[in-house]
């Protein structure tokens, strides 16, 4: 008997089965708009039990990549309820995920009159993709002023409004990945003097008044988050504190009432491992659904949530590269590999032309 090919609730929610796609950039929206190649894309992958977007942006502050969709204007707004609808036809639940990039953006991707912004004028190492001019440094995002905090906090539960507008069941808070959220969180990115730094009291500040911000917009029921504790990616290096940090947080959130806190864990992809010590402090912290991501095939699926582990899992690269990933698994059958080269290039190449089982 199949726990994870089995149905489950997810709050208010029925879903198909415990198998989650997880969010993926794909930079496919020209524009910064949803079109009918994404379409296309999400109903091609409607047989798991819930789809999370890619990040989309809540404000054109928030648009550091090239091609990446938003979630703040009435185009982008009609653009999504196309992929809901045709997501929900096929029986998938949909959440959006809410991402700024912050300082992880050159202005060449920005809309005309936006602004890099981070809790502090410090770059993240690294380069950063341009349409225009090829890879370029990241930019040095301007110190965000007590006014853009709360202009940035109103973009959110906007966009969260806009989301549940556009017929999505709920929205996912990017906090991980080294994006604006986990760059208030974390010490090296967030240098503030002010209530929004210093102690985790203060750095947490951000994400906590997004969360009840979002909650007040659209319901708790309808909010969860994503996290990556111990995560390194986009220059976020480990520090002694981070396990005492999350811990904090992770009470907080419960706190809150939050649907559900979704884990990453890129040690598949070569990051250092996430220590299982901090995925069980969540699980026995958190109260609403844990979702883990990370590497997973169908046994250790299996395996970790008939341990009791967590309630859902999400696959990124699997139903990347296998939009019947579900039918496959469920038969054994053999699995596409997933073709790095067209993760982020425009088109269908790569991206709605993966092979399905005849
Ligand atoms: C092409 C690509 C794009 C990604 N984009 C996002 C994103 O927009 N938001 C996010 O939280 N994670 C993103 N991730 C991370 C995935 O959600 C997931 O955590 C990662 O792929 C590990 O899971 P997997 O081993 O099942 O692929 C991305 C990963 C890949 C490969």
Partial sequence: MSLLFSKTALGPLALQNRLVMAPLTRNRATGNVPNELMVQYYA???????????????????????????????????GWKRVTEAVHARGAKMFMQLMHCGRIAHPLNLPAGARVLGPSAVAAAGEMYTDAEGMKPNATPQAMTGADIKAAIAEYAQAAKNAAAAGFDGIELHGANGYLIEQFIRPNSNQRTDRYGGAIENRARFVLEVADAAINAIGREKTGIRLSPFGVFNDMPVYPAMEADYTWLARELNA??????????????GAPPVPDSIKAMFRSVFKGALILSGGYDAARAESDLAAGKCDLIAVGRPILANPDLVARWKAGAAVNAPDMSTFYTPGPKGYTDYPVLG
């Fill in 44 to 78: 091609q992958r409607a047989s798991a039990g819930l789809i999370i977007t890619e990040g989309t942006s809540p404000s054109p502050n928030g648009l550091g990549y090239p091609r990446i969709p938003g979630a703040f204007s009435a185009e982008q707004v009609a």
């Fill in 256 to 269: 809150r009432g939050l649907l559900y806190i979704h884990l990453v864990d890129h040690s598949p992809m």
